[in-house]
């Protein structure tokens, strides 16, 4: 039975760096790498050769391609990385319907939807990483619905992790804040932005295997984020959306 794992979004700045680590784990034969572009994931074959691209736009609600090769492999999954994510900067007001939906889709029911169809093929010592964010520890005015979906994933994954203890299966919730990908714009409206305590992807990933395969039910790297986890738990909701929106108000 071959031993895989799945990455989705796997050509994105953070999911190419998993593709990267897996390739090298000698108790993995294949990688399932998941996206849209199917010219991308062919271009991560020159990271690993066990590289199998699997074709899918997790805007549209089903994840059959998925489902329908598990059924046919019947593989032995022994990683899951739920990365695959999307978000605006920007108005609640000034989204359309269509973004708020599939805001939802791909950040909340996709990674749902593919745990559920992975998990009959998960045994003792399998592991989720369920890719969330900083934005999870409060409300972001101007990111709202990328926060809120980030709190779904959050929470949803330390619940699995409790029921799972039993059957000896990890999830993780990997909360990076700040992380240097194509995911950011580099300026809004003219305005350079300035990241605060930006971290390289490499460092999340590293981080994020080593708190999976210790069992964490959260991996949150890097100063500015495990600060913001603290500051959040003692500042009322209020003060820091206020501060939130000060800061984040100059760019929209
Ligand atoms: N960058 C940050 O500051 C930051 C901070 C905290 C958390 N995160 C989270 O980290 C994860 C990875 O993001 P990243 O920073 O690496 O950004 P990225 O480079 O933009 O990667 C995002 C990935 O998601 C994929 N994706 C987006 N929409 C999709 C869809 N409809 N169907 C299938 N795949 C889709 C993209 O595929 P394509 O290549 O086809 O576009 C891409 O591979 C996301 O969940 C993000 O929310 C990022």
């Given at each position: 039975m071959?031993r895989?794992?799945i990455?989705t979004?796997?050509?994105?700045?953070?999911?190419?760096k998993?593709?990267?680590?897996i390739?090298?784990?000698?108790?993995?034969?294949?990688?399932?790498?998941?996206g849209?572009n199917?010219?991308k994931?062919?271009a991560l074959?020159t990271?690993?050769s066990?590289?199998?691209?699997?074709?899918?736009?997790l805007s549209?609600?089903?994840?059959?391609v998925?489902?329908d090769?598990?059924?046919?492999?019947?593989p032995?999954?022994?990683?899951?990385?739920?990365?695959?994510?999307?978000?605006?900067?920007?108005?609640f007001?000034?989204?359309?319907?269509e973004?708020?939906v599939?805001?939802c889709?791909?950040?909340?029911?996709a990674?749902?939807a593919?745990?559920?169809e992975?998990l009959?093929?998960?045994?003792?010592?399998?592991?989720i990483l369920?890719?969330?964010?900083?934005s999870s520890?409060?409300p972001?005015?101007y990111?709202a619905?990328?926060?809120a979906?980030k709190?779904?994933?959050?929470?949803l994954s330390?619940?699995?992790?409790?029921?799972?203890?039993?059957?000896?299966?990890?999830?993780?919730?990997v909360?990076?804040?700040w992380?240097?990908?194509?995911m950011?714009?580099?300026?809004?409206?003219?305005?350079?932005?300035?990241?605060?305590?930006m971290?390289?992807?490499?460092?999340?990933v590293?981080?994020?295997?080593?708190d999976?395969a210790k069992?964490?039910?959260?991996?949150v790297?890097g100063?500015?984020?495990?600060?913001?986890r603290?500051y959040?738990?003692i500042?009322?909701t209020?003060?820091v959306?206020?501060?939130w929106a000060?800061?984040?108000g100059k760019?929209v």
């Amino acid at each position: 039975m071959a031993r895989i794992a799945i990455v989705t979004g796997a050509a994105g700045g953070i999911g190419s760096k998993f593709i990267e680590k897996i390739s090298v784990m000698d108790d993995i034969d294949e990688i399932w790498a998941v996206g849209r572009n199917p010219e991308k994931l062919e271009a991560l074959k020159t990271i690993s050769s066990r590289i199998v691209p699997v074709i899918m736009d997790l805007s549209s609600v089903s994840c059959r391609v998925l489902s329908d090769m598990l059924k046919e492999k019947k593989p032995d999954v022994r990683i899951l990385v739920n990365n695959a994510g999307t978000g605006y900067m920007g108005a609640f007001d000034k989204m359309s319907p269509e973004q708020v939906v599939q805001i939802c889709n791909i950040n909340c029911t996709a990674p749902a939807a593919i745990m559920s169809e992975v998990l009959p093929y998960m045994t003792k010592g399998a592991r989720i990483l369920n890719i969330s964010s900083a934005s999870s520890f409060q409300p972001d005015p101007y990111l709202a619905m990328y926060s809120a979906s980030k709190v779904f994933l959050k929470n949803l994954s330390r619940a699995v992790n409790n029921e799972l203890k039993a059957r000896g299966i990890t999830v993780t919730s990997v909360c990076p804040g700040w992380v240097d990908t194509g995911m950011l714009p580099k300026e809004v409206n003219g305005r350079k932005i300035n990241y605060i305590g930006m971290l390289k992807p490499e460092k999340v990933v590293s981080r994020a295997l080593k708190d999976s395969a210790k069992g964490k039910d959260m991996s949150v790297p890097g100063w500015f984020a495990k600060y913001f986890r603290f500051y959040s738990k003692i500042t009322p909701t209020g003060i820091v959306m206020r501060q939130w929106a000060a800061i984040m108000g100059k760019y929209v």
